[in-house]
């Protein structure tokens, strides 16, 4: 059987006077361990060829990435934005391939800013800041800083529990940012001991997405993690048309 073209959203940056595109390495040797060709696409020059990218993969992965920009979602405090924040061309990207995508029935796997993207696409919020806006009580680490390990309490019930089969998973954060306001026709299916969001699904199509607050990209070596690549590899094979 052929095996899945998993479509990977790009890093979008300015280096050297001039934008390139990137995936890290991790995204890469995951979705490999578990079945899957991971290709990262491309920013197209005309919009309607992101319709031929949703079309050409089998599914996708939302990555990690920096900080959404404040007036996507009413932010109050921009301020507090990372001095990395994501710049309109990957923002609006990223926002048409998921919708294009979902519109497919095609299955994403979207991962730390992937989650809160999702979020504010259906209409949610951020805090700008973890510790500033918070009263978290765990470390959750930092964009581009040390990662920090903790437990995700899954609910039982919820696509991701179905999948990962287990209620408890340790997990490796590496954010500054979390969901404020819950998006609507989103529930939460994963919180960490302090309460913060960690995992959400869509209310009507819970099997559409996997969208998780951690990195498990940085624990292939842990099966659970590794779970959530195999899903997306596997569903990408069972929806094909």
């Known amino acids: 059987m052929k095996k899945p073209l998993i479509g990977i959203n790009p890093y979008y940056f300015n280096y050297r006077d001039s934008f390139w595109n990137a995936t890290r ?10 079945g899957g ?6 920013h197209p020059s005309d919009d309607v060829f992101i319709e031929e990218i949703a079309r050409t993969v089998d599914a996708l992965v939302m990555v990690g990435g920096p900080d959404i920009p404040c ?19 990957r923002e609006s990207f990223d926002r048409r391939l998921f919708q294009e995508v979902q519109l497919l029935n095609k299955p994403v796997l979207s991962i730390c800013v992937g989650l809160q993207h999702i ?5 949610g919020s ?3 800041d973890i510790k500033t806006l918070t009263d978290s009580s765990i470390n959750h680490g930092e964009f581009n800083g040390d990662v920090t390990y903790h437990n995700v309490d899954l609910k039982k019930g919820s696509y991701i529990y179905s999948v990962l089969g287990k209620k408890t998973v340790r997990v490796a954060s590496a954010h500054h940012q979390c969901i ?18 960690e995992s959400v699904e869509d209310t009507k199509r819970p099997d559409s997405f996997l969208a998780v607050q951690w990195h498990p990209e940085i624990m292939s070596e842990d099966k659970d993690q590794l779970r959530l690549f195999q899903w997306v590899c596997e569903e990408g094979i069972n929806r094909r048309t």
């Open 71 to 89: 007036d996507l979602y009413g932010g109050k405090n921009p301020e507090l934005l990372d001095n990395d924040i994501m710049l309109p061309n």
């Open 180 to 197: 404020q306001k819950l998006g609507a026709g989103l529930s939460v299916s994963g919180v960490a001991p302090d309460g913060i969001i």
């Open 25 to 34: 390495e991790k995204y890469y040797k995951a979705i490999w361990l578990t």
């Open 119 to 123: 979020n504010v696409i259906y209409g």
């Open 126 to 128: 951020l805090h700008e």
């Open 37 to 42: 060709i991971p290709v990262t696409v491309h």
